[in-house]
Nanobody, 122 residues
Framework: QVQLVESGGGLVQAGESLRLSCAASGMSFSINAIGWYRQAPGKQRELVARISRAGNTKYADSVAGRFTISRDNAKNTVYLQMNSLKPEDTAVYYC????????????????WGQGTQVTVSS
């Protein structure tokens, strides 16, 4: 059974940083593409960053230059380092896993974590 567990969310002030983690189990982690999505109240879920099995990365324009996605295949974990946080980054952040093609298409895979809340105060 595939499980994705996010952690690291919290309440911070604008300009501060947070690092989210997504720990995976029950899957061949190293061959999957992993994405971080977020959903703010009243808005659709959006793709923030994704990483291929080879470590290639893509970012939404709104976070490029501030967020960094990385993976540690030995630990079956993906990270999202978020710097210079803004109030508009406030959302529930979700980890998503899918086959390698999802890195190219940008569409979500089948597996989701439960989400972690990030709140940025002004």
């Amino acid at each position: 059974q595939v499980q994705l567990v996010e952690s690291g969310g919290g309440l911070v002030q604008a300009g501060e940083s947070l690092r989210l983690s997504c720990a995976a189990s029950g899957m061949s982690f190293s061959i999957n593409a992993i994405g971080w999505y977020r959903q703010a109240p009243g808005k659709q879920r959006e793709l923030v960053a994704r990483i291929s099995r080879a470590g290639n990365t893509k970012y939404a324009d709104s976070v490029a230059g501030r967020f960094t996605i990385s993976r540690d295949n030995a630990k079956n974990t993906v990270y999202l380092q978020m710097n210079s946080l803004k109030p508009e980054d406030t959302a529930v952040y979700y980890c998503n896993a899918g086959p390698p093609l999802t890195y190219i298409t940008g569409r979500p895979g089948d597996y989701w974590g439960q989400g972690t809340q990030v709140t940025v105060s002004s």
